[in-house]
């Protein structure tokens, strides 16, 4: 046992060069046939958004996923188009992605067009997806993927290609 986890019996080459080897029984798919980002956006200042929570990065701890405080579009004075988000999607900031930010969403709200909803469309945990994200190999590859240099921005082209393993085990541990 190496830390607070234990070896698996046996591996297999994941098929992917930066993943290297994974547990045997681990499946491993591509990021966009587990999830699905979502696309278009609603007017903020529509009055039945206003009073809705509109999270943004600010709103999120580093390196955590830790939500750090819920305002309403109106108390933001958001003016322009946001991401409709749903109770239990993954909320990522595609802006600066060494600063890892990212949260589950604890209720429909909308987002900042600087994150993507994220949500699980198949054969995958939504905990488990979150703390992979969380992962120093995601931020690393994402960090890479990213495409400017002045303000680094994930393009959501370019996180459909990542790949994501997964075992029920992992998603249970707490």
């Known amino acids: 046992m190496t830390g607070r986890y234990?070896?698996?019996?046996?591996?297999?080459?994941?098929?992917?060069?930066?993943?290297?080897?994974?547990?045997?029984?681990?499946e491993v798919r591509k990021f966009k046939h587990c999830c699905?980002?979502?696309?278009?956006?609603?007017?903020?200042?529509?009055?039945?958004?206003?009073?809705w929570p509109l999270i943004a990065p600010n709103h999120i701890e580093s390196g955590t996923g830790r939500l750090l405080q819920i305002e309403s579009a109106w108390d933001q004075g958001a003016i322009s188009g946001k991401y409709l988000v749903?109770?239990?999607?993954?909320?990522?900031?595609k802006i600066r992605p060494?600063?890892?930010?990212?949260?589950?969403?604890?209720e429909d709200c909308l987002c900042s067009a600087?994150?993507?909803p994220v949500r699980v469309i198949a054969h995958l945990e939504l905990r488990f997806l979150f703390y992979f994200m969380l992962s120093d190999l995601?931020?690393?590859?994402?960090t890479n993927e990213s495409m400017r240099v002045a303000m680094p921005k994930v393009a959501q082209s370019r996180m459909g290609r990542r790949c994501i393993h997964h075992d029920?085990?992992?998603?249970?541990?707490?």
């Open 6 to 26: 234990r070896a698996y019996p046996e591996y297999k080459d994941s098929g992917v060069e930066w993943l290297g080897e994974v547990p045997a029984r681990w």
């Open 36 to 51: 699905f980002i979502s696309e278009g956006q609603v007017d903020p200042e529509e009055k039945k958004y206003q009073e």
């Open 86 to 93: 749903y109770a239990g999607e993954i909320i990522y900031s």
């Open 98 to 106: 060494a600063l890892n930010k990212l949260c589950v969403s604890p």
């Open 114 to 116: 600087d994150m993507y």
């Open 138 to 142: 995601f931020v690393l590859r994402m």
């Open 168 to 174: 029920r085990e992992i998603s249970s541990v707490s």
